[in-house]
């Protein structure tokens, strides 16, 4: 039988990626093997976003380019998955004549059903619809750029409604997974050679209010801990107001669970916290940031911040300038507040100028970019344990593998390390990864 190819671009957030690598396994599973070359593939899907208008420009520009494509290979298939067709549904279909399939985010298992049926009929299918359980949660997958760390989700979806997010709408409501089936999915990923398992959710500190038995987070972060093979926990995302102290707590108490989170702050003003319906203050905010730091004083810290929020004032925003001098966060993710239909903040009508958008953006970037790359700095010299991810992008000679912190480190090391845990002594420190040396490459040894 011919094999058939699939070519598949991803838009936005880590739960975008881990939706595009389980569409990746179901198809694989009906013989279709992913390629980087789009002349290449039979069937094209494009995982959108559209939490920021960006993202949403971004996914706009890749369907233009499939227009010409289509017209020169009428036989491929063209699918349009994420966030972005979610919302659209229909108005996608309608938009883009060439597009076969348009599919929401509760509907990633109907995948292998979808091409079917267009491979027999021609038709074109519209397939948006909400279920009670998202069904394709539970699918192992490798990380398509790793063999040694993976994506679990945990829960789905989001009832917090923050005044400027479109996730709820998009994504559903929450609901958490069962814990059984959350630690034999982690189980069956270490019998494949994982080390380390990323757990993610839109707001994992609230996991298992919608299960039986409400197992919640803390517990179900010590039962992965156990699971043999597994060296290395992470998750994504903390809600600031849901962190609570029994999860703080476990940083020290779990091997396991690296010295890292992400713990998106959104504004320094108590003026915009509250408009933004985030349930916090910047003080209960930096309370918390205390607390990790009581706990495990060099964890890294990582954060979102919005500038523009409507209703932002110079002297809220210096507010937030304030707070990122008190915090110094490692990384931030920071963005121009990006209007988004059906959202609370829509209805707001002090929404602030573009130029003063674009040049609190700068400011807030610069600053952080100073204090990563003073973060950075104060590991030079210092040894840390690293998990080989793979051979470096840039010099074949080099490994890449990262801190129990998240910093990528590349050090000179053949294939033999990949999968291993070593110590590298950190050499030199720039804006996105460090440099290091191979100390030990069989830390057990040491
Ligand atoms: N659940 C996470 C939380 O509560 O922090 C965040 C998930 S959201 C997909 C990722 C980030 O996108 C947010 O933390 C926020 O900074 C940013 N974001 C969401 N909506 C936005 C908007 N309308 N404009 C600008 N940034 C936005
Ligand atoms: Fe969006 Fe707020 Fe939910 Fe995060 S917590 S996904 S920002 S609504």
């Given at each position: 039988?011919?094999?058939?190819?699939?070519?598949?671009?991803?838009?936005?957030?880590?739960?975008?990626?881990?939706?595009?690598?389980?569409?990746?396994?179901?198809?694989?599973?009906?013989?279709?093997?992913?390629?980087?070359?789009?002349?290449?593939?039979?069937?094209?899907?494009?995982?959108?976003?559209?939490?920021?208008?960006?993202?949403?420009?971004?996914?706009?520009?890749?369907?233009?380019?499939?227009?010409?494509?289509?017209?020169?290979?009428?036989?491929?298939?063209?699918?349009?998955?994420?966030?972005?067709?979610?919302?659209?549904?229909?108005?996608?279909?309608?938009?883009?004549?060439?597009?076969?399939m348009v599919f929401g985010t509760h509907n990633i298992h109907l995948l292998p059903e979808m091409i079917e049926y267009i491979e027999t009929t021609g038709s074109r299918i519209l397939e948006t619809g909400f279920h009670e359980s998202v069904r394709s949660l539970g699918i192992p997958t490798l990380s398509l750029n790793s063999r040694v760390s993976a994506y679990v989700t945990v829960m789905q979806?989001?009832?917090?409604?923050?005044?400027?997010?479109?996730?709820?709408?998009?994504?559903?409501?929450?609901?958490?997974?069962?814990?059984?089936?959350?630690?034999?999915?982690?189980?069956?990923?270490?019998?494949?050679?994982?080390?380390?398992?990323?757990?993610?959710?839109?707001?994992?500190?609230?996991?298992?209010?919608?299960?039986?038995?409400?197992?919640?987070?803390?517990?179900?972060?010590?039962?992965?801990?156990?699971?043999?093979?597994?060296?290395?926990?992470?998750?994504?995302?903390?809600?600031?107001?849901?962190?609570?102290?029994?999860?703080?707590?476990?940083?020290?108490?779990?091997?396991?669970?690296?010295?890292?989170?992400?713990?998106?702050?959104?504004?320094?003003?108590?003026?915009?916290?509250?408009?933004?319906?985030?349930?916090?203050?910047?003080?209960?905010?930096?309370?918390?940031?205390?607390?990790?730091?009581?706990?495990?004083?060099?964890?890294?810290?990582?954060?979102?911040?919005?500038?523009?929020?409507?209703?932002?004032?110079?002297?809220?925003?210096?507010?937030?300038?304030?707070?990122?001098?008190?915090?110094?966060?490692?990384?931030?993710?920071?963005?121009?507040?990006?209007?988004?239909?059906?959202?609370?903040?829509?209805?707001?009508?002090?929404?602030?100028?573009?130029?003063?958008?674009?040049?609190?953006?700068?400011?807030?970037?610069?600053?952080?970019?100073?204090?990563?790359?003073?973060?950075?700095?104060?590991?030079?010299?210092?040894?840390?344990?690293?998990?080989?991810?793979?051979?470096?992008?840039?010099?074949?000679?080099?490994?890449?593998?990262?801190?129990?912190?998240?910093?990528?480190?590349?050090?000179?090391?053949?294939?033999?390390?990949?999968?291993?845990?070593?110590?590298?002594?950190i050499t030199k420190t720039y804006l996105h990864s460090l440099r290091g040396e191979l100390v030990c490459k069989e830390v057990e040894k040491c």
């Amino acid at each position: 039988m011919k094999q058939k190819y699939l070519h598949l671009t991803t838009f936005g957030c880590q739960m975008n990626v881990h939706d595009s690598e389980q569409m990746a396994e179901l198809l694989k599973r009906s013989g279709y093997e992913a390629t980087n070359d789009v002349k290449k593939a039979g069937l094209i899907i494009i995982n959108t976003c559209c939490i920021r208008e960006k993202a949403e420009q971004k996914a706009y520009s890749a369907l233009g380019r499939l227009k010409k494509l289509k017209l020169n290979k009428p036989d491929i298939i063209i699918g349009i998955g994420g966030c972005l067709a979610q919302q659209l549904g229909a108005k996608l279909l309608k938009k883009a004549p060439y597009v076969d399939m348009v599919f929401g985010t509760h509907n990633i298992h109907l995948l292998p059903e979808m091409i079917e049926y267009i491979e027999t009929t021609g038709s074109r299918i519209l397939e948006t619809g909400f279920h009670e359980s998202v069904r394709s949660l539970g699918i192992p997958t490798l990380s398509l750029n790793s063999r040694v760390s993976a994506y679990v989700t945990v829960m789905q979806g989001c009832n917090n409604f923050c005044a400027y997010c479109v996730v709820p709408y998009v994504r559903g409501r929450e609901e958490s997974r069962e814990l059984t089936d959350i630690i034999n999915e982690v189980t069956t990923l270490a019998d494949q050679g994982v080390k380390e398992v990323t757990l993610l959710g839109q707001n994992v500190n609230s996991y298992g209010k919608t299960i039986s038995g409400h197992p919640g987070f803390s517990v179900l972060l010590k039962e992965v801990g156990k699971i043999k093979g597994i060296e290395r926990i992470r998750f994504m995302t903390s809600h600031p107001k849901d962190l609570s102290d029994d999860i703080i707590r476990l940083f020290p108490q779990i091997d396991e669970l690296c010295e890292c989170i992400h713990l998106p702050v959104q504004s320094g003003s108590d003026h915009v916290l509250k408009r933004m319906k985030r349930r916090y203050t910047s003080q209960d905010y930096l309370d918390k940031v205390a607390g990790l730091r009581e706990v495990c004083p060099d964890i890294s810290i990582t954060s979102d911040i919005i500038v523009g929020f409507p209703g932002e004032t110079e002297d809220d925003f210096k507010k937030t300038i304030d707070l990122m001098e008190k915090v110094r966060f490692d990384g931030l993710f920071s963005f121009k507040y990006s209007e988004r239909e059906g959202t609370e903040a829509v209805k707001f009508d002090d929404k602030v100028k573009e130029d003063v958008k674009k040049r609190r953006l700068r400011e807030v970037q610069s600053l952080q970019k100073k204090h990563t790359l003073e973060k950075n700095k104060t590991l030079e010299g210092k040894t840390e344990y690293i998990l080989v991810e793979g051979i470096s992008k840039k010099c074949r000679d080099d490994v890449m593998g990262r801190t129990r912190s998240n910093k990528i480190v590349n050090f000179m090391g053949g294939v033999n390390l990949i999968g291993k845990t070593v110590t590298a002594r950190i050499t030199k420190t720039y804006l996105h990864s460090l440099r290091g040396e191979l100390v030990c490459k069989e830390v057990e040894k040491c």
